[in-house]
């Protein structure tokens, strides 16, 4: 799993970045594509992640930096274009120039003869590398990122110089290496080589991420086939398929793009009006992202980020798991930026209806009364829910009553560090933030669902949206979860802990748990218990909180 997030570059003060916050993920067992223009950012992405760069960013494989890899070349095989076809020195054999290879890896001479037979360079092993063909050489550099036996692959513009037999060999070396469970990155210019090659294609526009989306969802969005015509009488044939419902367009001198009518039409129409045809093929472009559709609605991003939609003061989270809580009280409206923009895609995306989250459609009724609270009540000016996000019908809705006026902005709660963040998340770093004097976990007792309503907060509030940019997101991928609402038994509040306890069946409580419920009023803030490190409860209430848990994991 390669978890990339936030990377940017920019090789020049006062010039476009080459790359500019980058995040997406390439999964196990599926092939992605970088699609990207020339100087799209490809290549500068790539060396970013392998840290051949400076820059901003973070890229974690299987939850480590690459610098963090003991044996890097054991587990992730990396082919960079060097912008020079040769794969090593122009007198060296083939099969030397592998073998010394495999020895700087660490493994057997074997290995390089090996894959010698799988990129089908065995018949020219002896030959000197100064008479390979570009082809020939990339095939070989393949050979070299294949040595160790890396489950991952990072590939840039690997078939450059293949022929369309190589080409298509690479594809099946590619599709068996993601289907024995491998991870697969590799980077193209040509979209119809994306759609033939990947299961996920992330769309580059200079240096920015302008879509990622599964591969069906990219050829049906971004691929347009078209019917390519050439010959002497375009100009009449245009006509009659004008006439005919197509659209056609121009495409060079003598030739013209049809869309709406197959080649075989097209054929016949000009076989019956005696129009002399030179070219006559299929074939597909690429149509323009339309910003910013292709993003929320497809986001790889991985689960990382846990999004809770409730905070109530007795909740606590699934053992393991140390939430932050993100959010600041409602201020000024900021205007957004780029990471704003996408930060709030994410949490967009993160915060969809989910149908599997029970209380979701009295969730989301309980906010939309909410927001119109706030609204009236406060002057904030908050978005409305989005239509696109229907409120299922619920037989029986949450009364009026149960709506308690936020004094804040909704939290928006990312399992992450908490230790660090006594203000909650914009104490991560942001200037205001580590200016102003905040009292700690501000939000905590915000009582109702986060809904979309909170990601739009959140993407017009820079100072939260920075938050899920990488250079404060520290810790990714070292507890790999799903993105879903937050699913954890409702932590019991201290009264009813002691019923809870009271209730247990003699054999469920540990037996070093029970004398802690007479000592719980003394103790406060001794326990220590699976997900505690929160602190958000204070004296008393903290003891009761911890005792509770630690009754409930036995550990104590
Ligand atoms: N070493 C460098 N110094 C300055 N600018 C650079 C450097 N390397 C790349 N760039 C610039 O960064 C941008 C992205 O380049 P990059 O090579 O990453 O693009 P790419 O998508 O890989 O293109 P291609 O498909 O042509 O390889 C380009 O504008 C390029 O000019």
């Known amino acids: 799993m390669i978890q990339i997030t936030g990377l940017t570059k920019a090789y020049r003060r006062g010039r476009p970045p080459a790359v500019l916050d980058l995040s997406f993920d390439a999964r196990p067992g599926m092939v992605t594509a970088l699609l990207g223009d020339e100087g799209a950012g490809k290549s500068t992405a790539l060396r970013l992640m392998v840290e051949l760069e400076r820059g901003h960013g973070l ?73 390979f063909s570009p082809g020939m050489h990339r095939r070989l550099a393949l050979a070299a990122a294949l040595l160790g036996n890396p489950s991952t692959l990072l590939l840039d513009a690997p078939t ?56 069906v969802e990219f050829r049906r969005t971004r691929l347009h086939p ?19 419902g197509g659209q056609v367009r121009h495409d060079g001198g003598a030739g013209l793009a049809v869309s709406g009518i197959g080649r075989t039409e097209i054929g016949e129409l000009a076989y019956r009006n005696g129009i002399l045809l030179h ?8 149509r323009p992202v339309s910003y910013p559709s292709a993003l929320p609605s497809s986001s790889g991003r ?9 905070t109530d003061p007795g909740e606590r989270p699934p053992a ?100 660090r963040t006594p203000g909650g998340a914009s104490a991560l770093g942001h200037p205001e933030a580590r200016g102003a004097a905040r009292p700690a976990r501000p939000v905590a007792p915000e009582p109702a669902a986060a809904t979309m309503a909170d990601a ?58 029970r004398p802690r419920q007479s000592a719980e009023p003394a103790e406060s803030g001794t326990g220590t218990g699976t997900g505690t490190s929160t602190g958000t409860g204070t004296g008393t209430e903290t003891a009761a909180r911890r005792a509770a848990v630690g009754d409930e994991n036995g550990s104590e």
């Open 456 to 513: 739009e907060q959140l993407a017009a509030n820079p100072t939260d949206a920075e938050l899920l940019t990488p250079a404060r997101i520290r810790g990714v991928g070292h507890q790999p979860a799903p993105v879903r609402p937050f699913a954890g038994r409702p932590w019991p509040a201290p009264a009813d802990a002691a019923e809870l306890r009271a209730a247990e069946p003699a054999e469920s409580a540990g037996p070093a748990a």
């Open 226 to 244: 078209e019917v390519l015509v050439r010959g002497p009488q375009m100009a009449r044939l245009a006509d009659l398929l004008t006439a005919q």
């Open 302 to 310: 991985s689960g990382q980020v846990l999004i809770r939609t409730a």
């Open 320 to 419: 393991g798991q140390r939430p932050v809580t993100i959010g600041r009280p409602a201020g000024p409206e900021r205007p957004l930026d780029h990471r704003g923009l996408q930060a709030g895609r994410w949490a967009a995306a993160a915060l969809a209806p989910n149908p599997v989250a029970p209380e979701q459609g009295q969730g989301q009724e309980r906010e939309r009364e909410r927001e119109e609270t706030r609204g009236e009540g406060q002057g904030a000016s908050l978005p409305a829910p989005t239509p696109s996000a229907p409120t299922p019908p619920t037989p029986t809705p949450a009364p009026p009553a149960a709506v308690v006026p936020a004094p804040s902005a909704p939290a928006v709660d990312l399992t992450r560090r908490t230790s």
């Open 160 to 215: 450059e110089g293949l022929s369309p037999s190589g080409e298509e060999w690479f594809r099946a070396f590619l599709r068996s290496f993601a289907l024995s469970g491998g991870t697969v990155l590799t980077t193209t210019r040509a979209p119809e080589e994306a759609a033939g090659l990947a299961d996920r294609v992330v769309t580059l526009d200079a240096g920015r991420l302008a879509a990622d989306q599964p591969v």
């Open 279 to 286: 070219e006559l093929a299929d074939r597909v472009v690429e």
């Open 59 to 131: 890229t974690l494989f299987d939850g480590r930096t690459y610098r963090r890899i003991r044996r890097p070349e054991r587990e992730i095989g990396v082919l960079l274009s060097t912008g020079r076809p040769e794969a090593g020195h122009p007198g060296q054999r083939a099969r030397a120039h592998l073998r010394m290879l495999a020895g700087t890896v660490g493994v057997p001479a074997r290995r390089a003869d090996d894959l010698l037979e799988q990129t089908r360079l065995a018949a020219v092993a002896d030959h000197r590398l100064g008479t």
